[in-house]
């Protein structure tokens, strides 16, 4: 048997652009998933994510959303599909905040296009907001929605055309470091010369050789019936937003691009584990959303919640990816753990990755996402 050159396992946001990617190469790849993407048991749904390059997180990530920036649109236009909705978006909090100004900070850097606006200006420009008289408004045009299932079915479309035997429904259960690399599935055995681990929340489980530092935690997001006042609370009227309502505290949102406004909150979701976490959300689950709003955003509740869904984060110490090669077997790279803030970089970190399997440096700077930043013994096994 003629091992494949990459085995991507893993098929969802990270997985399928790094398949695209290697396929387009003309590397000869196949890709596993135990689910069917895109799914909604992972990370990579729930219809919307933000694209953002005035990265509040630190200045290190803009060179690589500008590149995502560019891709996205490149697979917009090979794909003839609308991924990216560019609405603008809001940075809202204190102008000495941790969002405000970090994404001040990062925009000054780069030399970003952002204006900030006092809380009147703001709400001229934005009626739908009612800043408190402390805070300020950041707007940067060049953000706005990526649609993440069209996104990942997309990227897999593609890659299939251009040559990923893709194996879905089929999870692999195991990996030996033998020369090629041998991958077992529920359905069979394989070998590949090199092979990239790609599991989202799934990363957490146990890693052979690589006892990662990853803490998953279940994200609900709501959304809201905005039928009546859809005109009013469209892309082409409200950005994408950020809210920095409390110290700390990060509460973010959707126009209503056709299902309602959507709401939620940064981080603070309950650990849990990618095969224990219940995907249903209860009633009340939004109460704290709905009291934060009411005040400061009423109209995006309109006439109350109409939906919700649990996405699960993979939580590194410091929020940063891992994007690097096992530390035992640099045949296999790491990539994923998105920390709740990666599917804006996805195309990007496709190519860099694809990248790191032909042996070559990835042309954006992956030193930020290194494993060995880690105490060795929490990133060695
Ligand atoms: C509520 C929420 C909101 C978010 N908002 C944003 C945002 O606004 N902007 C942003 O940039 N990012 C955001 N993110 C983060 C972003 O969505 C993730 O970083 C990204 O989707 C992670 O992609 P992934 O490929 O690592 O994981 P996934 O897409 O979950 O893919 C992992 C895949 O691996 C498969 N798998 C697992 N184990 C195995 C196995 N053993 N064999 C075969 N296959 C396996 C799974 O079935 C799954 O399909 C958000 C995340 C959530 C949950």
């Not at 420009?125 to 805070?135: C, M, N, S």
């Not at 259960?173 to 090629?180: C, K, R, V």
């Not at 279940?218 to 920095?244: C, H, I, K, M, N």
Request: aromatic share 8%.
């Amino acid at each position: 048997m003629i091992p494949y050159d990459v085995a991507v396992v893993g098929l969802g946001a990270m997985g399928s652009m790094t398949a695209l990617e290697l396929a387009r190469r003309g590397t000869r790849v196949i890709g596993f998933d135990r689910h069917h993407p895109p799914h909604a048991l992972g990370s990579s749904h729930g219809k919307s994510r933000i694209i953002r390059q005035a990265y509040f997180e630190d200045p290190r990530y803009v060179p690589l959303v500008r590149r995502a920036f560019h891709k996205w649109r490149e697979l917009e236009r090979e794909c003839g599909r609308r991924l990216l909705v560019q609405c603008g978006g809001l940075t809202i909090g204190p102008p000495g905040g941790t969002l405000v100004a970090g994404a001040r900070g990062s925009a000054r850097a780069h030399r970003l296009e952002y204006e900030e606006l006092s809380p009147g200006s703001a709400q001229s420009r934005w009626p739908v907001f009612r800043l408190g008289p402390e805070e300020v408004a950041l707007f940067e045009p060049y953000a706005g929605v990526l649609l993440p299932e069209a996104a990942v079915e997309t990227a897999l479309h593609l890659a299939v055309r251009a040559g990923l035997d893709a194996r879905f429904g089929e999870p692999m259960i195991a990996w030996d470091s033998a020369d090629p690399i041998r991958i077992r599935t529920t359905a069979g055995e394989y070998s590949a010369r090199r092979m990239v681990l790609a599991l989202g929340p799934w990363m957490s489980s146990p890693l052979p050789g690589a006892d990662l530092p990853l803490r998953v935690s279940r994200q609900a997001v709501f959304w809201y019936d905005t039928r009546a006042r859809r005109s009013e609370l469209g892309p082409d009227r409200v950005p994408v937003f950020l809210w920095e309502w409390e110290p700390g505290r990060c509460l973010y949102g959707f126009p209503d691009l056709g299902d309602g406004v959507k709401l939620a909150i940064h981080h603070e979701g309950q650990a849990t584990t990618a095969d224990m976490a219940p995907r249903e959300v209860e009633n009340g689950e939004d109460n704290e959303i709905r009291s934060v709003i009411r005040s400061r955003a009423p109209a995006l509740l309109g006439a109350g919640r109409s939906g919700g869904s649990a996405c699960l984060y993979t939580n590194t110490p410091d929020e940063r990816f891992i994007v690097d090669l096992h530390p035992k077997d640099a045949r296999v790279v790491l990539v994923s753990p998105c920390s709740g803030h990666g599917f804006k970089f996805a195309p990007a970190i496709g190519e860099a990755v694809a990248d790191l399997c032909e042996g070559r440096g990835p042309s954006v700077d992956l030193s930020p996402f290194r494993l060995s930043r880690f105490p060795p013994s929490a990133a060695a096994g």
